[in-house]
């Protein structure tokens, strides 16, 4: 995950050093907004370097959309330039670098918003801008010095509390009153999504079919922990303590979700199940039908969010003579974990995240256990990981140097996909060299390692793919040891007490575990609303790399995910803590803005790509 020179606190440099990058900073930001308020695109090109990138999240284009080099930029700026009216660029602290080669945080607004925005001089030119919206002017969120009073200190007969307020107002949102948003899905994207919802003032219903938030947490294998640091994984608005554990255990982020949902006045609706959606062309909106504690419930908000996590339904693939088995066989969403595994023989399907933790967690109850590795994985060392990827942006080290975590968020996004591998390979080529020796223990047991197919990584095999990778957290360790076993290959049946491999050789089993992924996110669309719907979409996440799973053609950003989608109100919303946390920011300003009645052209909607 990317460092940045940007992660440096200001104070590191020289008073006589931030004086000349501030100077030079300003100088150029003062052009572009001369420039831009003249209309005189040409002119504004000049203040680009040849190799340059803006990248946009809504502000400019209500879309978030990456720009590669001046003739993208020239057509961006052509095209919004006079509905947008961007003006009062200016260093919203002291740049850091040099006049020609500075790094800057910088704010400015447009007609409709404010924005806050990174920028990268190079020469004297910019190399990369990263501008974001942040609030829309007029809808700005109650807080601060605008929040609410909470009570009128008038004394008058028949006054109602908070709670009967809220109470009424729950009883009537879904039923008495529609809401203008749905989100299907109450796990932490969709929960984060609602709290940013609630600040803006957008009345919004979570449908989650568990029974309590958090409860797609809890439902896992007992032994799953966050793989990711605490620093990276802060819910909107309220951060987890200081004494949070760098690596929660899965209920203890189930009872954060829980707690958060009810603290955040979230309008949510457990126990529910949606069956069913479809637009109404007439009425302009979508008529979700859903199940609630066992009633049939029709709600007709005008946007719709589906925030089903990363994937779609569990990937379990069908092998000749499954159907025999006599032992137990389960997908590994299914693994509860625990359980008394003696004497037992375990067979492990993957040799991802999940393959991983659940061989451990087998292991730890006694079983006989071998991963069966279909093909190559990236393993990175979570020390290593932390250490040498992510300590600049999200640590206790990047706090103390001025980086919060909404900063890392923006340092994070303010390297475009295309420029990003060039700035991860040094990484792992480090972690390579660094863990060298563990790597060649793993190849020595026959595990197949990769770092991706440029070298690039983790994080981007995240990005184009959402597999392929494995965060070690001691699991490794057990096929160094020999304590669970590697077969490499691919399955051919199964028989009523093994697994028969592709070479011929059988692995006795009792239970087999499918760790085998899961399916695109699209295919819920499909089943939920119609196929058409979820091909009118196309493909969900990855950008076009045109590596392993991640066809072409590119895209430069993840498809579909948290932006305007080809089908009109539709939304798709997911990624891990940190995205989900970052990117619902943008989702709920474009939601908002269309409650609001706001215009919001979007720039060059992306095509529909590989449906499902």
């Known amino acids: 995950m990317p460092e940045s020179p940007g992660t440096e606190s200001p104070s590191t440099e020289s008073p006589s050093t931030l004086e000349s990058a501030s100077d030079g900073v300003q100088a150029w930001l003062t052009e572009l907004d001369r420039t831009l308020q003249a209309g005189d695109v040409a002119a504004a090109l000049d203040l680009f370097d040849d190799d340059c990138y803006w990248r946009d999240f809504v502000s400019f284009t209500w879309n978030l959309k990456t720009l590669e080099g001046k003739a993208d930029i020239e057509r961006m700026l052509t095209a919004t330039l006079d509905s947008v009216k961007p003006s009062g660029w200016v260093l919203a602290e002291p740049a850091t670098g040099t006049a020609a080669d500075a790094e800057a945080w910088v704010n400015f607004e447009t007609a409709q918003a404010r924005g806050y925005a990174h920028l990268r001089l190079r020469n004297g030119t910019c190399w990369t801008i990263l501008t974001t919206m942040q609030e829309l002017k007029g809808f700005e969120e109650k807080k601060n010095f605008t929040r609410e009073t909470g009570v009128s200190h008038v004394i008058e007969k028949g006054r109602k509390s908070w709670l009967e307020k809220k109470e009424e107002r729950e009883a009537r949102l879904g039923y008495e009153e529609q809401p203008y948003c749905v989100i299907v899905g109450g796990g932490q994207g969709g929960i984060g999504l609602a709290a940013r919802m609630r600040r803006l003032g957008v009345p919004t219903i979570v449908i989650e079919k568990n029974a309590r938030p958090g409860d797609s947490w809890r439902n896992r294998y007992k032994s799953l922990h966050l793989h990711d640091p605490v620093w990276y994984d802060h819910l909107p608005y309220m951060k987890f303590p200081e004494d949070w554990p760098v690596f929660a255990s899965k209920d203890k982020i189930g009872d954060w979700l829980e707690h958060y949902t009810r603290i955040m006045e979230l309008n949510y609706w457990s126990s529910t199940e949606c069956t069913k959606a479809a637009f109404d062309e007439e009425a302009q909106e979508w008529v979700v039908q859903v199940v609630r504690e ?311 909607l992306q095509e529909s790509h590989y449906a499902h």
């Open 294 to 604: 066992g009633k049939p419930v029709t709600l007709r908000p005008k946007q719709l969010v589906f925030a089903l996590g990363v994937s779609g339904y569990p990937n379990t693939p069908v092998f000749e003579g499954a159907d025999a088995f006599t032992g137990q066989q389960h997908h590994s969403s299914q693994h509860a974990g625990g359980g008394d595994w003696t004497g037992k023989k375990a067979v492990v399907i993957g040799s991802n995240n999940s393959a991983h933790d659940i061989c451990a967690d087998l292991w730890e109850n006694g079983a006989e256990v071998t991963m069966v590795q279909r093909s190559s994985t990236h393993i990175a060392r979570s020390d290593a990981l932390m250490d040498l990827a992510l300590g600049g942006l999200y640590s206790e080290q990047a706090l103390a140097n001025g980086v919060t975590t909404e900063k890392a968020d923006l340092l994070f996004a303010s390297l475009p996909y295309r420029i990003l591998p060039a700035a991860q390979i040094p990484v792992y080529e480090q972690m390579a060299e660094r863990d060298a020796e563990f790597y060649s223990q793993l190849e020595a047991v026959g595990f197949d390692l990769d770092f991706g197919t440029d070298g690039s990584g983790l994080f981007l095999k995240y990005l184009r793919r959402g597999s392929g990778y494995y965060i070690d957290v001691g699991a490794s360790q057990l096929l160094i040891d020999g304590r669970v076993s590697v077969k490499s290959g691919q399955l051919a049946s199964i028989t009523p007490d093994s697994v028969v491999m592709a070479d011929g050789s059988t692995l006795p089993a009792d239970l087999i575990v499918y760790a085998t992924g899961y399916g695109s996110m699209n295919g819920w669309l499909a089943d939920l609303v119609s196929p058409e719907v979820a091909d009118q979409v196309g493909r969900c996440w990855g950008y076009g790399s045109d590596t392993p799973k991640d066809p072409g053609p590119w895209e430069g950003e993840l498809r579909n995910m948290w932006k305007p989608t080809n089908v009109p109100q539709l939304w798709i919303h997911g990624g891990n803590l940190h995205q989900s946390r970052h990117y619902s920011n943008y989702l709920a300003l474009q939601i908002k803005a269309r409650m609001e009645g706001l215009e919001t052209p979007v720039f060059e």
